[in-house]
């Protein structure tokens, strides 16, 4: 990621899943996102989502997921924290509901996680440690003409996490979600009050496992509000994102 960024595409995630049905697989993933519960910190911004974590061995390839808690009004919780990174939520943890233990399990949703985790573990700091994992199903959902799906944050911003990746998994009947890469000092803004001239890239996912990737130190990037497409009927788009952190022990 000599750019901060790096575009990716269904067949590279493909490749180390054998002669597993790689659509079985991805089938159970998307209906992973059929269901996903509202936002607890954002229930009319019509975000879903469900997040976990996970810890890396990277010389052993091994992922092992972090235990849950349970919440008295959420049921199995995961803690989210961004430091002061996400200006809506400054300093706050937060409390997503947790990933099902049967998509955990989903071999395809373990081998996207691992080849993030060799792009990402090219870093030094990421290669000789163990790594944190934060695995995110997100889906912005709009059922009227007149609403409007928005992501968190919605300007430009950097994550925390060293890399973050983001995987379509769907996309139905929407317009919007339009990625922006933009350097590190564009963070706060949003891509209007960007000169046209520091815009690195400027793309949409399409198509399924359509993906790209941010070094985070690099880079400051965006993914705009969805709006119902031309149909009346819902619209969609549905994203896995993963990031990774150093597993720092605290002494």
């Known amino acids: 990621m000599g750019k901060g960024f790096e575009r990716y595409d269904c067949e590279d995630f493909l490749e180390g899943l054998g002669d597993r049905d790689a659509d079985a697989l991805f089938g159970q993933l998307r209906d992973a996102f059929t269901e996903l519960p509202p936002d607890p910190y954002a229930e009319r911004a019509h975000r879903y989502r469900r997040y976990g974590r996970a810890v ?110 983001a995987h379509l998994i769907s996309r139905d009947n929407v317009t919007g979600g339009v990625n922006v890469i933009a350097p590190p000092r564009c963070a706060g803004l949003h891509p209007e009050e960007v000169n046209k001239e520091l815009i690195q890239a400027e793309f949409t996912l399409d198509r399924p496992l359509d993906s790209y990737g941010v070094y985070d130190p690099q880079v400051s990037h965006y993914v705009s509000p969805v709006r119902r497409g031309t149909e009346a009927r819902r619209g969609e788009r549905s994203v896995l994102l993963v990031d990774f952190t150093p597993y720092v022990p605290h002494i």
């Not at 349970?70 to 200006?87: F, K």
């Open 56 to 165: 890396l061995v990277p010389w052993e390839q091994s992922l092992t997921w972090l235990p849950t808690h349970q919440d008295p009004v959420l049921g199995p919780v995961t803690e989210y924290y961004q430091g002061d990174h996400n200006p809506e939520h400054p300093g706050r943890r937060r409390r997503f509901p947790a990933i099902s233990a049967a998509t955990r399990a989903n071999a395809l949703l373990r081998q996207i996680i691992l080849f993030d985790a060799r792009e990402a573990t090219q870093l030094d700091s990421l290669r000789h440690g163990l790594v944190h994992v934060g695995v995110h199903l997100l889906k912005l959902a709009v059922d009227g003409s007149e609403e409007e799906a928005v992501p968190s944050p919605n300007v430009l911003h950097q994550d925390g996490e060293p890399f973050t990746f």
